[in-house]
């Protein structure tokens, strides 16, 4: 009697779901294998690109494990972890997206049997440990170090690393093209990890072999004002100013009253406006600068009165191109032109403005730090510039780990057959 007075004890919210027990790992095992079978068919240089339609990107064409594991919507709490594992591999190391989850994936397949017959899942995870130490092992005595060789064949075993990647892409009837690419702008990069530093442009039309790669910086023209076309479109060696601040002509925001007895009197306060604007700009013409790049606008007026000096400016520059030329010409953004010194201004050695399919860039090349490429990627459709990008980013995050960690193995498959005969 006194038993069924116990009142039932609760625990969890209404309507909590909870399975716990063999079944819910096998349920587990079959999400993640079917998670992998919708990117097994992308692997390798015979895979399948996918087409995927989402209301907010429109249409992605890709290749990238990550990229599909980040459109796909998975709900699954288990299959979920596969698309952790994937972006943490993008983020790391770069390439090898889809093989990390189909590796996953088919550890789990091969433990399901010996679930089902009641192997409890540490014994499991145990074995798994010993495999992944004994193949870590294989891995670093088959492994090539590219420490000590000439710049010539560090540069061939580095094109060598990113044409692998790039096989499988989109682009990889193209790869030793792109490959010697990616090597330059790595090497150009230098030893920071500093991805922000390459910038990626893209412009539809004309072939892949049309891209090409810029010492330095590019960017797209911005807002041209009038008397744009009157400005010089080509220096040598010129000093550049960056600036945070407009030099438009704005009229005053406070709600001032003014009251004036004379007529006269309302001709000096537009004049003290003007002269405010005039002030200004001349302070960044005795500068001495010839390139003057702002991140807010110039408009006309300051426009009209560089182009009659000769100088050349662009307003509207976006943040992350002028911490680029910031960092590729060596000068600092400036928030007020009052004393303009030498020390702040950049410079690098050609400044041109190109026509590039219907876009016209601004670039500079041949900068000091050298710190700094940008690709200029030329393609058909755009949906497929945006793929090939992707690839490109991979290929170059691959030849940074490569000349970070400088010992290689042969890939594309090669050390995984290899591993696994060892084992």
């Known amino acids: 009697m006194a038993a069924m007075m116990q009142p039932q004890i609760i625990l969890l919210k209404e309507g909590t779901d909870t399975s716990q027990g063999r079944a819910q790992m096998l ?59 994937a972006k943490s591999q993008d983020s790391e190391v770069g390439d090898g997206t889809t093989t990390v989850v189909l590796l996953a994936a088919e550890f789990l397949k091969e433990a399901k049997p010996y679930v089902e017959d009641g192997v409890h899942p540490h014994s499991l995870i145990c074995s798994y440990r010993t495999a992944s130490n004994m193949a870590i092992q294989r891995v670093k005595e088959l492994a090539v170090s590219i420490e000590g060789k000439s710049l010539e064949e560090k540069k061939s075993l580095l094109a060598k690393c990113a044409a692998t990647t790039l096989s499988s892409k989109l682009i990889g009837g193209e790869k030793e093209f792109f490959a010697s690419i990616v090597v330059d702008v790595v090497l150009a990069i230098g030893d920071d990890d500093k991805l922000n530093l390459t910038g990626i442009k893209k412009v539809p039309g004309g072939t892949m072999r049309d891209s090409f790669l810029v010492n330095g910086v590019a960017f797209k023209k911005t807002f041209s004002y009038a008397g744009f076309e009157q400005q010089p479109k080509k220096f040598l060696n010129p000093k550049i100013l960056l600036l945070n601040i407009e030099l438009e002509l704005k009229s005053e925001k406070e709600n001032a009253e003014i009251r004036l007895s004379d007529p006269l009197q309302y001709q000096s306060i537009v004049d003290a406006e003007w002269n405010i604007s005039y002030d200004k700009l001349d302070k960044c013409v005795k500068s001495g600068a010839k390139i003057i790049l702002s991140r807010l606008a110039i408009g006309d007026f300051a426009t009209q009165y560089f182009a009659d000096r000769d100088i050349f400016c662009a307003g509207r520059v976006t943040e992350e191109d002028l911490q680029r030329v910031a960092a590729a010409t060596g000068g600092t953004v400036q928030t007020s032109v009052n004393n303009v010194i030498d020390e702040v201004l950049g410079s690098c050695e050609v400044f041109e403005e190109k026509q590039v399919g219907n876009e016209r860039f601004n670039i500079f090349s041949g900068c000091p730090s050298g710190q700094t490429a940008t690709i200029v990627l030329r393609g058909g459709a755009d949906q497929f510039i945006e793929e090939a990008e992707r690839s490109l980013h991979d290929a170059i995050m691959i030849v940074m780990r490569a000349l970070k960690n400088s010992t290689v193995v042969p890939g594309g498959g090669a050390i995984d057959m290899e591993v696994s005969k060892y084992l």
């Not at 399948?48 to 249409?59: E, V, Y």
């Not at 890709?62 to 980040?70: E, K, L």
């Not at 459109?71 to 979920?80: C, F, G, N, S, T």
């Open 27 to 85: 349920s587990n095992m079959s999400a993640c294998t079917a998670v992998a079978d919708t990117v097994r068919t992308t692997l390798g240089p015979r895979g399948m690109d996918k087409l995927i339609h989402d209301d907010k990107s429109g249409t992605i064409i890709s290749n990238d494990g990550a990229t599909i594991m980040r459109l796909l919507d998975i709900v699954h709490p288990a299959a979920k972890i596969l698309v952790d594992i």
